[in-house]
């Protein structure tokens, strides 16, 4: 069975700058690509980023370009989100998620396995 366990959320004032993990544990991190969503109140769940097995493939929903970087560590079974420039509309539920297909996904229904998701307010 493999668990996903997100951290690293909270309070930030906007301009700041968070970096959320995901540990991933019962099988090997370098087996699944992996993705980063997020769901607003009362919005759908939607794509933040997400990277290859290996790391050297990587996309960006256009409102995290310039701004998040995913990020993995097979050998600690992590995975990153470093969210910088933080604006208040960026406030979500934070998932990552794990895809055991090979192409790069972005639709939350390409990912086999989520996290319980970590909370982001962005506030002043």
């Known amino acids: 069975q493999v668990q996903l366990v997100e951290s690293g959320g909270g309070l930030v004032q906007p301009g700041g700058s968070l970096r959320l993990s995901c540990a991933v544990s019962?099988?090997?991190?370098?087996?699944?690509?992996m993705g980063w969503f997020r769901q607003a109140p009362v919005q759908e769940r939607e794509f933040a980023a997400t990277i290859s097995r290996s790391g050297s493939r990587t996309n960006y929903a256009d409102e995290a370009k310039g701004r998040f970087t995913i990020s993995r560590e097979n050998a600690k079974n992590t995975v990153y989100l470093q969210m910088n420039s933080l604006k208040p509309e960026d406030t979500a539920v934070y998932y990552c998620a794990a895809d055991r297909n090979y192409g790069l996904g972005f639709t939350d229904d390409e990912y086999d396995y989520w996290g319980q998701g970590t909370q982001v307010t962005v506030s002043s």
């Open positions: 019962g099988r090997a991190l370098s087996s699944y690509n």
